[in-house]
């Protein structure tokens, strides 16, 4: 084993939220595909700490009932860095009704200059009014598709997990947006999507530094009439036009008027929870009042 840097791996689950995963093999390969050198597994708080002197790596995350995450091309900078990582469990081992299922699980930075809170949203092709989900409306549902968000991950790290069962033919837009923050640090985030089509894990893309606020890191996920679901990359020239990092028009609305709704949705909650201590002292005065003195 390697010594430099103790670098902290926290891994989770892509299915539920808060779940820490145990028992997940991480393995740090210095060339892609070459052998580890240096492994360790994730303790009953789903963390591992490896000894890795900065440089690139190839990180592979391995658990029984779980989609394997090889080969994850993984920059290590500093002593201390955190790097989060989703699994996805498999489908027979995940139970419920058997189905498609694509997943998008959105994972970014765990430091002080990182993007704290980032959002995913992601729209249906099914053509009916409002069918998208993010933070906002968080589950799409008609004629026997689904489209789910599991939460609204504020606090660094993720994952924003959204996934999409028995999704009907046709074209799937994703945007990710930088919610927090005046900076725009989308770019140096540590972001990383990665997708799953059933029990595959068909994609990693990880943000260019240059990127902002907002993110698409595949023009479209397509469902063909054969119901077999693949990602449509930019080409070079949309590339060159700054495509990847401009919301498309179907989600334009929604994500840049977020900041407004979220803040309107902390006053809310903050005017009812004054609203109710207001309520509970007057009744403990009342009842204060009336209580029979001796
Ligand atoms: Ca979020």
Redesign the pocket.
């Known amino acids: 084993m390697l010594s430099g840097a103790q670098v902290r791996f926290e891994i989770n689950d892509a299915h539920v939220k808060g779940k820490r995963l145990a028992g997940v093999r991480v393995l740090a390969a210095a060339a892609a595909g070459g052998e580890p050198v240096a492994f360790a597994e994730t303790d009953q708080d789903g963390v591992a700490i490896l000894d890795l002197e900065p440089a690139t790596y190839w990180i592979s995350y391995l658990r029984p009932g779980y989609v394997p995450v090889r080969g994850s091309e993984t920059e290590i900078r500093a002593d201390g860095q955190v790097i989060t990582t989703t699994l996805s469990m498999l489908l027979e081992a995940e139970g419920g009704a058997p189905g498609r299922r694509v997943r998008l699980v959105l994972n970014w930075g765990s430091d002080s200059e990182d993007a704290r809170?980032?959002?995913g949203h992601a729209t249906c092709a099914c053509g009916q009014a409002n069918a998208r989900v993010s933070?906002r409306a968080m589950r799409h549902e008609y004629e026997g598709h689904v489209l789910e968000l599991d939460v609204?991950?504020?606090d660094w790290g993720g994952p924003?997990t959204i996934t999409f069962t028995d999704p009907p033919p046709g074209a799937y837009s994703y945007l990710v947006h930088q919610?927090s923050q005046d900076r725009d640090t989308l770019g140096r985030s540590d972001l990383v999507v990665r997708v799953f089509f059933d029990d595959q894990l068909a994609a990693e893309i990880r943000a260019p530094e240059s990127i902002a606020r907002y993110w698409r890191p595949f023009k479209q996920l397509v469902v063909g009439p054969d119901l077999v679901p693949r990602l449509v990359p930019f080409d070079v020239d949309e590339l060159a036009a700054g495509a990847d990092r401009e919301p498309p028009a179907e989600l334009l609305s929604e994500a840049s008027s977020s900041t407004a709704w979220k803040t309107c949705g902390c006053v809310v909650v903050v005017l009812l929870a004054i609203s109710w201590a207001v309520v509970v002292m007057r009744v403990r005065r009342r009842r204060a009042r009336s209580a029979p003195t001796r």
């Open positions: 809170d980032v959002d933070y609204d991950d504020m924003e919610y």
